[in-house]
């Protein structure tokens, strides 16, 4: 009777004042955190590793729609009213095994991207009624109009579900096609296909793209009989077979003939293994679902759910409530899990090994520069996660020597620059998340920092580039390579000696310690920049600051000296020391203004343009490092802006550059909550600045296995659009006076309240003595 009188008054309400507030408000507490996240957002001009498709968090199959052809920022679309295909691999270098239902006469041919989709010679690729296309975090759907079927697709970490949904009576085929188009193309080397009993398939296909050599092994089984089973290569179909090898352009198909309005369920699962273990995590993941669709897609949104959970906002709008789920959500799907359901995986060296299921061994691309979005999401919303990815780091040392970089299936990518996983297993440290090897930990950490890096025998790159040259001149030559490489080392040399420090090693403290200076020789005061220089000592002649970026070679790694002048995460005092405060707040403050007519995102990376580049990881932490020069309300208003206007909430625009795995996503996140950590958490004693949050109210359930309090809630009173400056704070209930507080102060539960107005309030957290902590002390002037 409540709940009926309660609606009652709803009702009533809605047809007085439609949008009231509080009714908005009822309205939001009936959906679940899941039903904000949207898999859609951001996919138009998106990379492979950002799609809409049916996955778990690190899923191993990321089963997804693709629709282009083998370009950059390949996969999936959002303007292509088409699909060529729901691959299972949508992995940093790594496809494999996409599935297509098809009608009528076989065709095994996918076609152009732009081309028609339909007939014969134009390949299988079929239109999409867009108006049918449904994705939510754990489901995608969507009615391929060549042949109306009704495609669904669900999954559990290692293994996929289809379900096909016929209209009519049609002569179906389900293709296997191996040959798949993407950033990376990979080359099949060899694969064969084997029909195992009239309702399962088993299989392989061998692949390589430059570095990387992988074997997709896959078990396919469907709820009826096949009714034939056949495979191609370059185009020639063979039929009524049982077993067929092939490599380049291949593929295999199985027939069926459903009636009018009939289903196909069809089931899938990958390993790097083999294909017994292949089919191992099919039985172990299905196996209690049986052939219930939707009860493993409401498994998947549950396990989604509790995820997103672990942190419950209140009030704020709809698109921004949208916004902020929709970039926690992809803060846990592009990386990879690569180990099976009993812990077996493939070594960097083509071995098998066995760890505890409970350990899995994570690929993703690179850990550049996540110590400012990913790894401070993790270690305070998930420590668990942090704890894995420890793991999994430490995993591939054991095996490999090295600690890597961007283990993209299990390989030494080389992938961007330095050691910034270093950074993840450190502040993971520092904050009690310490259920991994510590002294392996350490010396792998110091190996890699102590080591020139290698080429490995695949053709990719272990450890540190220019190393040698670093480790003797104290700074990478212009001769050898980048630049704004000197200042990631040193920005890990500091990681390294806040771990010695906290270990009490006190020799291996002051050798990273006094390296994590270095960034001072490549500072040149006559122009106060971070300025390219020689072998011999002298300063490259022909040089600007807003030149020049390299993605290979001499220069600044996507980026320009401008921007790299004010990359220094555990000195920022030391930059102001350099700088200047005056001249620091005033350039940094111009570049704010100049980008914003852009909304900080330098397209073509024009950078002369565009200085404050949030697009990219180089100087995502700018708006943070106000906190350190005593106007931390440009901290505040800066952090807004970007968050308004950088961060979108459609298909066409949810992040105007590289979303990259889930970074820009955690960085959305923590500024709403009006957190960060310029230092990546590194130190001994973690800390937390304060921005604006997004939100009147933020809860963090805090996990009890790593910290002692239930929750954390962040408050922002009277906070909106307009009142987006601090006025004073409470932490704990007691005064906050500086923008910034230790993280052992959140982890202990409790609350920070901040007052919010329309004006900066200039003497809150202004004071020198106010700043967060750095590695220099501030010059006596």
Known sequence: MRQLTRALLLLAAMLINPFPDWVAEVRAQAKDPVDYADPLLGTSESRWMLNPGATMPFGMVQISPDNQGGVWKSGYEYSLNNVGGFSHIHSWTMA??????????????RGPADGPTTGWTTGYRSRI?????????????????NGNIRTEITSTTRAGFFRFTYPEAEDAHILLDMDIPFENTAEVIEAKFTQVSDREIEGYSKQRWSWNEYTVHFVVRFDRPIEAFGAWQDGKVSRDLKTFTGKGKTGAFADFKPKKGETIR??????????PQARLNLETEMKPYGWDFEAVHQAARKVWNGLLSKIR????????????????????????????????????????RQVDPGSPVLGSDAFWNTFWNLNQLWTLVNPDIASKWSRSFLETYKTGGWLPKGPAGIEYSGIMEASHEISLLVSSYQKGIR????????RAMVHQQTTPGIKTPENGFAGNKFFESYMKLGYVPHEEGQVSNTLEYAYDDWCVAQMAKALGKKKEYNLFAARAGNYKNVWDP??????????DGSWVKEWTPYCCTSFSGSGYLEGNAWQYSFFNPHDIQGILNLMGKEEFNSRLNDGFEKSARYNFNAEGDLYDLVPINH???????????????GKP????KWTKAIMNQYYGSTPYQGWLGDEDEGQMGAWFVMASLGLFETDGGASVKPFYEIGSPLFPKATITLDPKYYKGDSFTIEARNVSDTNIYVQSAKLNGKALNKPWFYHEDLVKGGSLVLEMGPQPNKNWGSAAADAPPSMSKPLKR
């Not at 494999?96 to 041919?109: D, E, H, I, Q």
């Open 96 to 109: 494999g095994l996409s599935v297509m239902p098809t009608v009528g006469v076989l065709n095994v041919r």
């Open 129 to 145: 009624d867009k108006r049918s296309e449904q994705a939510h975090p754990g489901y995608y759907g969507v009615t391929l109009m």
């Open 266 to 275: 069809m089931q899938t699962a990958i390993s790097l293994v083999s294909i």
């Open 313 to 352: 906002i209140e009030g704020g709008s709809e698109t921004d409530r949208k916004k902020f789920y929709t970039n926690l959500y992809r803060s846990y799907v592009a990386r990879t899990t690569w180990s099976d359901v009993n812990g077996k995986y493939i070594d960097v060296n083509e071995k098998e």
């Open 435 to 442: 259920d991994f090897d510590v002294p392996l930990a350490f």
């Open 526 to 535: 006559a122009v106060k920049y971070i300025r390219t220089k020689h072998r």
């Open 615 to 629: 697009g990219n990881q180089p100087n995502m932490q700018a708006a943070w490092l106000f906190n350190y020069s």
């Open 633 to 636: 309300w440009l901290t505040q």
